[in-house]
């Protein structure tokens, strides 16, 4: 749908998915085709190494910064991706946050590599109330991010934010598309066995001397690593792929109805009518 609207519009997308941006993640990140790259011209999609350190806050320079070269000779740009939070970084700006403590980091992400979710919500129960009462108790990411941060400095996230939105100096319309969930649920299943029929455990397997790094912890990659540790079966790791993609939707539903100013369309004509 974003590649024929920017076709319609004779423009340009910008990508605004956390894991397409990586060079070596494809297949288990539902990259773009070479035919679809060459349809359209794309930003942040191989731009960036799996060891880069990826965030909100640098995504929002590189978005502002990528616009501007496309609205110097285009009337209109394309935004596309699940990753809310770059998308609230580039349409309303994000607060500057002081650094975590690598070591508090770490310490977070290996305390749920083995003790689970369960173990960050207890936590953050006990350390960050404020916080943990408002967060997407089943966001693991946004989990680790919050409790890494009280333990770095004391204080919950939530004190550095502001919620003052910074002004563009460009019209935003924002649009969600609304799928009726059981269709939505099986595309996710059939997307998943396309995945594997493509080479995604290979993929996966070349990247295993990077699995430590935070970007490989996402659904499609971590529960194959379960299955190359010899934790799990392969058919009951693919179960836990398409399980967790399910689950990854329906937050990307909730979080965008919370948004409140976005227009949900079923067609492309629903957008350029």
Same mark, same amino acid.
């Given at each position: 749908?974003?590649?024929?609207?920017a076709?319609?519009?004779?423009?340009?997308i910008?990508?605004?998915?956390?894991?397409?941006?990586?060079?070596?993640?494809?297949?288990?990140? #539902?990259?773009?085709?070479?035919?679809?790259?060459?349809?359209?011209?794309?930003?942040?999609?191989?731009? %960036?190494?799996?060891? =880069?350190?990826?965030?909100?806050?640098?995504?929002?320079?590189?978005?502002?910064?990528?616009?501007? %070269?496309?609205?110097?000779?285009? =009337?209109?740009?394309?935004?596309?991706?699940?990753? *809310?939070?770059?998308?609230?970084?580039?349409?309303?700006?994000?607060?500057?946050? +002081?650094?975590?403590?690598?070591?508090?980091? #770490?310490?977070?992400?290996?305390?749920?590599?083995?003790? *689970?979710?369960?173990?960050?919500?207890?936590?953050?129960?006990?350390?960050?109330?404020?916080?943990?009462?408002?967060?997407?108790?089943?966001?693991?990411?946004?989990?680790?991010?919050?409790?890494?941060?009280?333990?770095?400095?004391?204080?919950?996230?939530?004190?550095?934010?502001?919620? &003052?939105?910074? +002004?563009? =100096?460009?019209?935003?319309?924002?649009?969600?598309?609304?799928? =009726?969930?059981?269709?939505?649920? %099986?595309? !996710?299943?059939?997307? $998943?066995?396309?995945?594997? &029929? &493509?080479?995604?455990?290979?993929?996966?397997?070349?990247?295993?001397p990077?699995? #430590?790094?935070?970007?490989?912890n996402?659904? *499609?990659?971590?529960?194959?690593?379960?299955?190359?540790?010899?934790?799990?079966?392969? +058919?009951?790791? $693919?179960?836990?792929?398409?399980?967790?993609?399910?689950?990854?939707?329906?937050?990307? !539903?909730?979080?965008f109805? %919370?948004?409140?100013?976005?227009?949900?369309?079923?067609?492309?004509?629903?957008? !350029?009518?």
């Open positions: 749908m974003a590649i024929d609207l076709l319609r519009l004779n423009t340009e910008l990508s605004a998915d956390s894991r397409q941006c990586y060079r070596e993640m494809n297949i288990g990140v #539902a990259k773009p085709s070479k035919e679809e790259l060459a349809k359209v011209k794309h930003h942040f999609i191989d731009t %960036h190494h799996i060891a =880069d350190e990826v965030s909100a806050g640098m995504y929002e320079k590189y978005a502002l910064d990528t616009l501007e %070269h496309i609205f110097a000779q285009h =009337d209109a740009a394309v935004c596309v991706g699940g990753t *809310g939070l770059y998308i609230k970084a580039l349409c309303e700006g994000i607060d500057e946050m +002081p650094p975590v403590d690598p070591l508090m980091k #770490a310490e977070v992400e290996k305390m749920y590599e083995t003790q *689970g979710l369960l173990s960050l919500q207890q936590a953050l129960q006990l350390e960050d109330a404020k916080f943990f009462s408002t967060a997407e108790q089943d966001n693991p990411m946004r989990l680790m991010r919050a409790l890494s941060f009280v333990r770095s400095h004391g204080r919950s996230i939530l004190d550095y934010r502001n919620q &003052q939105t910074k +002004p563009r =100096d460009f019209q935003i319309r924002k649009f969600v598309i609304d799928m =009726d969930r059981d269709i939505l649920y %099986h595309r !996710i299943n059939l997307r $998943v066995d396309r995945m594997m &029929q &493509q080479g995604l455990l290979e993929e996966v397997k070349s990247l295993m990077y699995r #430590a790094y935070k970007s490989l996402t659904v *499609g990659y971590s529960e194959l690593f379960h299955y190359l540790d010899g934790e799990w079966t392969l +058919p009951y790791a $693919v179960d836990k792929i398409k399980q967790h993609t399910r689950n990854y939707a329906k937050r990307q !539903i909730t979080w109805k %919370h948004q409140g100013d976005f227009q949900a369309v079923k067609f492309l004509k629903d957008i !350029i009518s």
